[in-house]
């Protein structure tokens, strides 16, 4: 069975070890086949080994990858695959049925880890078998500052971790973000999963 998770504020970056979580806000029970209508300008990026959908911009890309026991999932503005990277995006990384430690202590540690190296406030709630975490922070390298937009959230039911990280370079932020809202407004994961 499937949760809509809608959320109003990403994975892990390809190019930086930062890893944050954002604030979900209503969540509703659907099927596979009965998703909402995607928004004008999007369709339903349907990832069939997680049992999840992501809302996908029209003319963006999608890319898989995996390492060990983690799953990565990206919706990008530029193609990974012809570029090595992207500036603009979400990213999702899923850690299923960990063994060594409970999901939801992970999420408090990676959200409390962020509040104390950024200085930002972290939300929290609690949906059925979901635990979610996140926040929203700035982070500037050698590269620039990139705006990113971060939840966690934890199946208490399986043990499954999933972060869903929204970033772009800081220029962008205002016209990117509005992007932004919309995939992080509309997260459909199976908490069977």
């Known amino acids: 069975m499937f949760r809509l998770i809608c959320s109003k504020i990403k994975l892990m970056r390809t190019s930086r070890s930062v890893v944050a979580l954002f604030l979900v806000v209503s969540s509703a029970v659907v099927l596979a086949a009965d998703l909402p209508p995607a928004p004008d300008g999007f369709t339903w990026q349907e990832v069939p080994d997680i049992k999840a959908a992501v809302l996908k911009p029209q003319g963006w890309f999608f890319k898989r990858e995996q390492q060990k026991d983690t799953r990565a999932y990206f919706i990008t503005n530029e193609n990974i695959d012809q570029g090595g990277d ?33 200085h930002v406030e972290p939300f929290e709630r609690k949906t059925g078998s979901f635990y979610e975490l996140g926040c929203e922070l700035k982070d500037t390298d050698e590269s620039g500052t990139i705006v990113m937009r971060e939840l966690a959230v934890a199946n208490e039911k399986t043990n499954t971790l999933y972060l869903f990280i929204f970033e772009s370079p800081e220029a962008e932020w205002n016209a990117a973000s509005k992007v932004g809202e919309q995939i992080m407004d509309k997260l459909a994961l199976d908490d069977e999963t």
């Open 86 to 118: 992207f500036k603009t995006g979400l990213s999702v990384n899923v850690f299923r049925k960990l063994k060594k430690s409970k999901a939801t202590d992970q999420a408090k540690s990676m959200i409390a880890n962020l509040v104390d190296k950024y």
